[in-house]
């Protein structure tokens, strides 16, 4: 059953959109609901995911030729609530690795989590690794609690920029929050508080990357991505509230929530939740 479902699924999916493909096929079992995804540093030829709540406390590197997971770490004394994104960045020659932990569907939770730590590098002789350091970003929103699934890093501008996730059927708009991007990223628990910058017409919206230029932004629903290009001079909050760029019509997934920047930054590259689903790989308009 689960074979013939992926066998029409890849029909339909490239009959309408050749120029998109199928990389790779997750092949860990223990990757089930890959809600979040991000280009590795260490080793361009992979990425970053997690599962989404109730999952361990785990991001898994998955090789992007043969579909295996590469590497794994543990975050210790980490409580997985609901992580819904992941993020990879640089800064000189240092990259690193953060998951956020800012699910709220019901909107109850009295404070939300970054986890950020120096990027791990996985050989063949290790696989699995427990990491106790790294930094705690404890935060609340100015305006009261609320769901995210969508997060990202600016290196350019030092900022952490999220975007609120509410369903066609209910009310608002989805805020634009950020917090600064901490200059150590080492060290005790750092508090902030999320400030609303602005607002942006898109619902339902489940996941985010920025290019390492800091120039391009992709976001993401469940059947759509848009790119951004912030003008010079531009904030993300103006731009953002500015036109609609054309929608990329995305593969037909079961749950697809996580989108990145390739590393050439030539192409985006999606996830879904599920077991053993495939990362695609799209051109950019």
């Keep these: 059953m689960q074979i013939f479902f992926m066998g029409i699924f890849l029909v339909v999916a490239c009959s309408t959109a050749s120029a998109q493909e199928v990389l790779v096929f997750l092949r860990d079992k223990s990757i089930d609901e890959s809600s979040g995804i991000d280009s590795s540093y260490k080793r361009p030829s992979a990425v970053w995911t997690h599962n989404d709540s109730g999952g361990k406390d785990r991001a898994y590197l998955v090789d992007l030729t043969t579909g295996e997971t590469a590497g794994k770490v543990e975050i210790q004394k980490s409580d997985n609530r609901d992580w819904e994104d992941i993020a990879t960045f640089r800064i000189n020659d240092s990259s690193y690795l953060m998951i956020c932990d800012v699910g709220d569907n019901l909107k109850r939770r009295k ?112 059947a759509r991505a848009w790119i951004y290009r912030k003008k010079p001079n531009q904030s993300w909050a103006e731009t953002l509230e500015g036109d609609l760029p054309p929608a990329i019509t995305l593969p037909l997934q079961p749950q697809g929530e996580g989108i990145c920047f390739s590393g050439d930054g030539k192409t985006i590259l999606l996830s879904s939740e599920n077991e053993k689903q495939p990362i695609w790989r799209v051109p950019m308009p």
């Design 111 to 222: 404070d939300y989590q970054l986890c950020i730590l120096p990027e791990p590098a996985f050989d063949k002789s290790v696989d699995s690794r427990r990491s106790e350091d790294w930094l705690n970003i404890e935060f609340t929103y100015e305006d009261g609690p609320r769901n995210c699934e969508s997060v990202a890093v600016d290196t350019k501008a030092g900022k952490i920029l999220m975007i609120e996730k509410i369903y066609p059927e209910a009310q608002g708009t989805p805020g634009i929050y950020e917090i600064p991007l901490p200059t150590v990223l080492a060290g005790p628990k750092q508090l902030f508080v999320a400030k609303r910058i602005g607002e942006i017409g898109l619902k339902n919206l489940t996941g985010m990357d920025i290019s390492d230029d800091g120039q391009s932004l992709v976001l993401r629903n469940y």
